[in-house]
């Protein structure tokens, strides 16, 4: 959703975007996917959505018939005056499970279960695309503290988490082009190993250095962690972290039960009480969990597990 316009976009797993306002569809259009991509919960044409709301643009991840081969693909859709697509970006491979906008630096953050985390430069007309292959990682989803540019991703399968400082990357174009950046490396958390299929889905909240993380498939063990407020130097390190369960719904729900792909997770701040807050979906879309990011931190808790 466009928090400036309060109009929210939705892709199906088909072809179809939907545009919504209030509880208002405005329209269905039409995105420019000609393929599947296909990830560890199934396959999609329309694959997942984020909005640059500085800019009043969608982004869809899709996949796209390239000659005889399958590849992702980005496409921007224009949400002011008549929405219009723009023409796809080719990844040249699968895209993130959850890709995010880094709106200060304007870089796509596209990391994949591949084991390269993309990144895309979108200042210019022609987008460039900058890899980084990884020496193992089954990346799942994309975050970022885009107040430092520390950017995160997620590990399937694992309780890892990789970070890295976008300000000490180092860019080398090409077709496409390769960053690198010394500051970067993956940090196991004990306490999410238990996660329903490891760490999968990662918000963080905007203005703030609180993340979400969660498990998918299932599952109700999740985490918080608080990232450092500066950067620049150094490889950064968490400042804090804590897993914690979510409380069983009302009846007749059984216990939590993390939704699946793509992660049904994001983060915001407040506009009423500035704190920052996790939105949490059940996997029969049924209950949404709100957190308390700093709550949780704060709350009484053994080693790094929040107290039940």
Not at 144 to 167: P, R
């Amino acid at each position: 959703s466009n928090s400036t316009t309060g109009q929210t976009v939705c892709v199906a797993n088909n072809t179809d975007v939907y545009l919504i306002n209030g509880t208002t569809l405005t329209s269905t259009l039409t995105s420019g996917a000609t393929s599947s991509q296909s990830f560890s919960g199934g396959d999609c044409e329309n694959c997942g959505v984020v909005v640059d709301s500085t800019t009043n643009k969608a982004l869809i991840t899709i996949g796209l018939a390239v000659g005889d081969t399958s590849t992702g693909a980005y496409q921007f859709l224009d949400l002011g005056g008549t929405p219009t697509f723009e023409s796809p970006i080719p990844a040249g491979g699968d895209t993130s499970e959850d890709i995010s906008i880094d709106p200060v630096r304007h870089l796509v953050l596209s990391p994949n279960e591949a084991s390269n985390y993309q990144l895309v430069n979108i200042t210019t007309s022609t987008a460039a695309l900058f890899n980084n292959q990884l020496d193992g990682g089954t990346l799942d989803s994309a975050g970022e503290d885009c107040t430092t540019g520390i950017a995160l991703a997620t590990d399937e399968g694992t309780g890892d988490l990789f970070i890295a400082d976008l300000t000490q990357a180092v860019f080398t174009p090409g077709t496409p082009g390769m960053w690198t950046d010394t500051a970067s490396a993956f940090v196991n958390f004990p306490e999410f190993d238990a996660m329903s299929a490891g760490t999968n889905g990662i918000a963080v909240a905007p203005g703030t250095h609180l993340g979400v993380v969660t498990g998918e498939f299932g599952g109700n063990l999740e985490g918080v962690v608080e990232l450092p407020a500066t950067s620049g130097s150094g490889t950064p390190a968490f400042v804090d972290y804590v897993a914690f369960t979510v409380p069983s719904p009302p009846a007749p729900e059984e216990g939590w039960s993390e939704g699946f792909d793509p992660h049904t997770v994001t983060a915001y701040v407040s506009p009423n009480s500035n704190k920052a807050y996790a939105v949490l979906e059940n996997s029969d879309f049924s209950f949404v969990a709100i957190v308390d990011l700093q709550g949780l931190l704060s709350a009484p808790r053994t080693g790094h597990v929040v107290n039940e």
